[in-house]
């Protein structure tokens, strides 16, 4: 790969990492809406589930206007996980920015209020102790926002990286496409 192929590479990656991010910030805002409307949870799956074939469609276009319809598996498993990591930065940040200055305890508020609800005391009480999830939920508070962005950070670019690898081996190709001048 030359400078100049790389350098195009991590362009197309970052514009397409900054969509896949906005992607996921909607997921993420559905979710935290979700806490107290349940009638959202189903996009949040729907936005999670797009995941890999939003970033198999950018790769395509990557691959049909950026490299004129030739790319390696290799080039195309980098550009996926470029992708996922410029994404998961800007993810990060919006989650840090989210937990540390306009949560206010929300979150954890929902998650204590769906275990105190009767139907899950009931089913708590089946399976699991109450207590036990009482202390889950008072270990959640000592976790610091940038510990939680940051760990999600690392599994979003671990979920790149794997995810990559049959994304990149469907959208290889060696045939070129001609251009239409």
Excluded: H
Excluded at 4 to 14: G, S, T
Excluded at 114 to 137: G, R
């Amino acid at each position: 790969m030359t400078p100049a192929e790389y350098v195009q590479l991590r362009a197309f990656a970052r514009y397409d990492g900054l969509l896949l991010s906005l992607l996921w910030m909607l997921s993420f805002a559905c979710y935290i809406i979700g806490l107290s409307n349940p009638s959202i949870s189903l996009l949040v799956f729907v936005l999670v589930a797009a995941t890999p074939f939003f970033v198999a469609i950018r790769l395509k276009a990557f691959r049909d206007y950026g490299r004129e319809g030739v790319i390696s598996f290799r080039r195309g498993w980098g550009y996926v996980v470029l992708t996922f990591f410029y994404a998961a930065l800007l993810f990060a940040v919006a989650q840090y920015i989210y937990f540390a200055y306009l949560d206010q305890g929300y979150f954890l508020q929902m998650i204590q209020k769906m275990l105190d609800s009767p139907e899950n005391e009931q089913i708590l009480s089946q399976y699991a102790t109450k207590d036990a999830f009482d202390q889950m939920v008072n270990d959640m508070r000592t976790v610091r926002p940038i510990d939680l962005a940051l760990s999600v950070l690392q599994a979003n670019i671990l979920i790149g990286v794997v995810l990559g690898l049959p994304i990149a081996a469907l959208m290889r190709s060696s045939v070129k496409i001609p251009n239409n001048q």
